[in-house]
């Protein structure tokens, strides 16, 4: 153990540890005691800065040495596939690669449904058209727009679904 101080106190960069401070230290003299491997926590967790060596069982090393081995398998797969980029990196393209553009057609059809509904909505009671508009549009719960409200819960819960019944005429009738 005095040459490992020796080594740490003259380097403040990294130091490899010979192989025979890596494996056990020592053989278990009881039953109860288990073999104990020393690793540098710097290795294993980005926040430490400097080396900091710890004793810990050989399964927690074993562990350890697993993980390193699956995430270099990991970089390897992915350079050999040329898999560079993660599809949720929110820059559009999982949107790009999961959906195909709409046609002329089928973004025409989706105006004029859009604006049926708009139309729909606009002709419901001026409480309801709100109450629906907050609920499913804005995301409020019925809870909260009866909060701002000033009214129960029960009265904005009527309202929406005596609303959405109406829609439901008023759309049926324009088809």
Request: hydrophobic share 40%.
């Amino acid at each position: 153990m005095g040459l490992l101080r020796v080594m740490l106190a003259r380097s403040h960069s990294p130091v490899p540890l010979p192989a025979a401070f890596v494996s056990v230290t020592r053989q278990p003299t009881t039953e109860t005691e288990v073999n104990m491997a020393i690793i540098n926590l710097r290795d294993y967790y980005p926040f430490y800065t400097s080396d900091c060596f710890m004793e810990v069982s050989e399964e927690v090393a074993e562990m350890f040495k697993e993980f390193d081995r699956k995430e270099a398998a990991y970089r390897l797969r992915t350079y050999r596939h040329k898999a560079y980029y993660s599809l949720d990196r929110d820059d559009g393209l999982e949107h790009e690669a999961v959906f195909v553009a709409l046609s002329p057609h089928e973004l025409y059809e989706r105006k004029v449904t859009m604006q049926e509904l708009h139309a729909a909505i606009a002709s419901l009671p001026n409480k309801q058209a709100k109450r629906i508009y907050a609920h499913f549009i804005l995301g409020m719960t019925k809870q909260d727009i009866a909060r701002a409200e000033g009214v129960h819960e029960k009265v904005v819960r009527v309202a929406i679904e005596r609303g959405l019944r109406h829609l439901e005429k008023i759309l049926k009738n324009s088809l």
